[in-house]
Every structure is written in C-alpha cells, then in structure tokens.
C-alpha cells in the first residue's frame, strides 16, 4: 500500500490559521480532547500557536508528550493531562485543573473511537464504551465547563464538536459512530439554544481525515467489503468526494480556530461542512 495513503502528515507552522483575536491569549483556556494524536494534537497546537493556553486530554501520555513538544516548538503552550474519558471523576478533576490555569473559555470536544461491524454483530459493550467517549463526555465536560464561561467578565463561551460527514449521511458497519456523530450535531444545538448568544456552540463535519483513526481503519473496511486497502482509499473513503484525497488533520484544527474566534460569533449552533462535497453532490 502506498505510503502517501496512510501517512498521518505533520503540522508545519505556515499552514495554521493564526487570527488577531483579542481573546486568543495566554490568560484564556482552551480543552481539548484527544489531544495526543490526529485532529486533536493538530487542534491543540493550532490553538496554542494561536496564543491560547491550551488544555490536552487523552489517556495516551507519551502522544501527550509529543503533542506538547510540537505546540512549544511552534511557539505556543500545551499542558497534557492523562485523562479517561470514560470516568466522570477524571473528566471533572481534569475541568478544575485547567480552570486554574486561567479564565476556561473554550472547550473542543474531538476524542473519538471506532469500531467496525454490521448492526447484527455490534457488540453492544462496545457500543456503550463508544457511545461514553463519544457523547457522554462531551456532554458532561460542556455541564462542568459552562459554569466557568458564565464566571467569565464577559460570560463568552465556545464549544467547539468534532462531527463528521457521518453527522449527514450513514455508512455501513458503523451503528455507534454514526449515532454519535449526529448526536454531537445535536449536542451543539442544544448548548446554543441555552446559551443566549454568549455561549455558542458549533461543529465541524469533514470526510475521511489522515489520522491514526481513520487509517486504521483501512484494514476492516477492506476485509468487511472485500476490497484492497487501496480501494477502500480511494473509492470508499474519497469515492463520493469531488477531492479525491484525505484531509489533513490541520486543515480540521484551522476550522476550529475559526469557529472558536471572534469572526465567527454569528456560527451559533451551526455545523461547518468541509467535505471536498461529498454530502451535497453526492452521485456520479
């Protein structure tokens, strides 16, 4: 299989979105999850480079290390706090933490799993633990962080989801992924109808992303669908796609960082939709 296919690409400093926004500084808190690999680390470190304090979670330490030697040598700050998801006590001594690292303004939810099988084979442990990561824990972090937005002297607060192409459409073999991702689309609503307009909430949908997560995956899908891996690339993955290549997971953390600025305080429940229009021009 070709490299090229399967190589999550590193982030170079000249392809993040660096915004002059006043609220971008050192004295304000950025989470987020799943920080030590893929659209997480590429998000904290966007972030960070874009002069936030920034709050890493996962339960992958030695991801979390490299994550902040990345963000430190761009320039930019990354705390890693060793967290599971899946423990509601971690999750809430993890908020307090980076509370006390300054004013907590922002919370990206990106942490996520998946699992490969047919509906009438999903384990259904599985799905729960899936459905744990995936949507009880945003959830219960947006519960615990909206406090802390209200506390601020402005009472602004953004909460940023990971959604997916798999918050529009459904594809086979992914009952709890799918269900979780239109959950988090939800999940967005729900905290912008609350929020008044100064707590937003957004989410962020794209195709098929060059992360660890999503690569591999290639394996399963090509034995479920008896295909090459290559397939699975190319006519799976980027087949209904007008681009026929995977993103890069910095080309998802700049959307974050759009949708957590200031330019984007009319985003208010709203879903960015970065899909090489897979979705909307779906057909040959």
């Given at each position: ?75 930019g700050k990354v ?13 809430r001594a993890a ?16 942490a996520g799993v ?171």
């Open positions: 299989m070709e490299e090229s296919l399967v190589r999550e690409p590193p982030t170079e400093r000249d392809e993040i979105l660096v915004l002059d926004d006043p609220a971008f500084n050192p004295a304000n808190v950025a989470i987020v999850t799943g920080a030590a690999s893929g659209i997480g680390r590429a998000t904290a470190v966007a972030l960070a480079a874009n002069g936030l304090t920034v709050v890493g979670l996962d339960v992958d330490p030695k991801g979390g290390e490299q994550t902040r030697a990345i963000a430190e040598g761009l320039g705390e890693f706090i060793d967290c599971d998801l899946c423990s509601d006590e971690q999750v908020v307090e933490e980076a509370a006390g690292l300054g004013r907590l303004r922002y919370l990206v939810n990106i998946q699992h490969i099988d047919f509906i009438e084979d999903f384990p259904m442990d599985v799905f729960d633990k899936m459905q744990r990561i995936m949507l009880r824990a945003p959830v219960l972090l947006t519960k615990l962080c909206i406090p802390h937005f209200k506390a601020n002297p402005d009472g602004v607060g953004v909460v940023g989801n990971m959604a997916s192409i798999h918050a529009h459409v459904c594809t086979v073999a992914k009952v709890s992924y799918n269900i979780a991702k239109f959950a988090m689309r939800a999940l967005a609503q729900s905290i912008a109808a609350e929020g008044g307009g100064k707590i937003r909430a957004f989410t962020v949908s794209t195709g098929f992303v060059a992360t660890p997560l999503a690569l591999g995956q290639i394996p399963a899908q090509a034995a479920k669908r008896g295909i090459s891996p290559e397939e699975v690339v190319r006519e799976v993955m980027c087949g209904h796609s007008r681009l026929k290549e995977l993103m890069k997971p910095i080309e998802v953390a700049n959307l974050f960082v759009f949708g957590l600025s200031r330019f984007a305080r009319f985003l208010i429940g709203g879903d960015l939709l970065f899909d090489g229009g897979l979705v909307l021009t779906y057909g040959d």
